[in-house]
């Protein structure tokens, strides 16, 4: 099979282009066991392409005015030509990509595709996320209801909590004394070009995912058994290819405001503040996090802590064993982070009172042990288990050699 790639690839060493797609697409080496959580990465780039191409069509017709940006999004739904499409799928679009994303990245921390030699990969990953965080948190300000001005408000209050210069960043950040028109037209500045930032961070994560080699459910060497990515893995990537497009089109054909907030289809108004003001779905673990902390600085430190804690993995895994297949600690343990996980999101949908204050502190404890204590611990105890497994295998394996002898 190796020899078959590599001629395989000499085919187009003449042409650049058709050399590059050979390599890195058709004729890919990928590994043989892969199964169909290997699929989130192919469709999340697909998800990234639909967000750029509806984002481009919904920016021709978007007016970054705070007189007019909600009454922009009005004639979108209403005057232009298939807009309810253009804008149900962009804003639906974004939930998949989330829920693609976090999908990806609790299978890479179960298989342990954070492990060497694939530290960069990892942390490439871990920047496209933030990326997208704030490429997600700009847009949902744009349609101006009273969740996009109160949450760009709120959000960017946050920067106030930085000693010294915290003020100054927040006047820097509205382009004034309170969120206003300037904030509007640099959100929509900002909101328009991350994306293409994100793109050339993808390309990047992909170099050094075909520079690494691609993990595998048992975590073996990437030499062990190869085959082509064409014809054998695209119809995986097809297949979940299909399954997001029937899911994306349940949501934005029958049920497309399920996932946003009701009080964003009332106009923003600074004079009138939201009973409960809640970020989309995808930040609320990260927004409960900042809500359990009691000092502000603490809460914002805590909050970015929670994504920064991700890239330093490659660090904390102590374990000699790449897959949780083969770690039965690890494996268990591993469902209580999800399960924590999720009750962070359900907890940020919640209001600050009684007992949600002290469930949330509680989760909030939680996610940070897990990840900065019981994963280097788990690691520790795991080594040692193999390396006593591994001493009676060589004593075994040194008695039947003696009793082989005797008996001959």
Known sequence: MQVYLKQSHNRWNKDYILSFVDSHIVNYPTPANLNYFWS????????????????????????PQLDLAYASVEHIMTNVKYGWLIRYTHANG???????????????????????????????????????????FLGYVLPWGQMSFWGA???????????????????????????????????????????????????????????????????INKNA???TFYPYFYVKDLFSFFILILVLSFFV????????????????NPLSTPAHIVPEWYFLPFYAILRSIPNKLGGVIAMFLAIIILMLLPILNTSSVRSSKFRPIFSKAYWFLVADFLLLGWIGQKPVEAPYIGIGMGATAFYFLFLLVLVPIIGILENIYLKERAQVCVYSSKNSTIELNKNK
Do not use: K
């Open 40 to 63: 989130y990465g192919s469709t999340a780039g697909i998800c990234l392409a639909i967000q750029i191409v509806t984002g481009v069509l919904l920016a021709m017709h978007y007016c």
């Open 253 to 268: 054909f029958f049920y497309p405001n399920v996932l946003g907030h009701s009080d964003n289809y009332i106009p923003g």
């Open 153 to 219: 408000t709120v959000i960017t209050n946050l920067f106030s909590a930085i000693p010294f210069v915290g003020q100054s960043i927040v006047e820097w950040l509205w382009g004034g004394f309170s969120v206003s028109n300037a904030t509007l037209n640099r959100f929509y500045s900002f909101h328009y070009f991350l994306p293409f930032l994100t793109v050339s961070i993808v390309m990047s994560h992909l170099g050094v995912l075909h520079q690494d080699g691609s993990n595998n459910p048992l975590g």
């Open 94 to 136: 974004a939930s998949m990509f989330f829920i693609i994303v976090y999908c990806h990245i609790f299978r890479g921390i179960y298989y342990g595709s954070y492990m060497f030699p694939r530290g960069r990969l990892w942390a490439t990953g871990i920047l496209i996320f933030l990326m997208m965080m704030a490429t997600a």
């Open 225 to 227: 058994d190869l085959i």
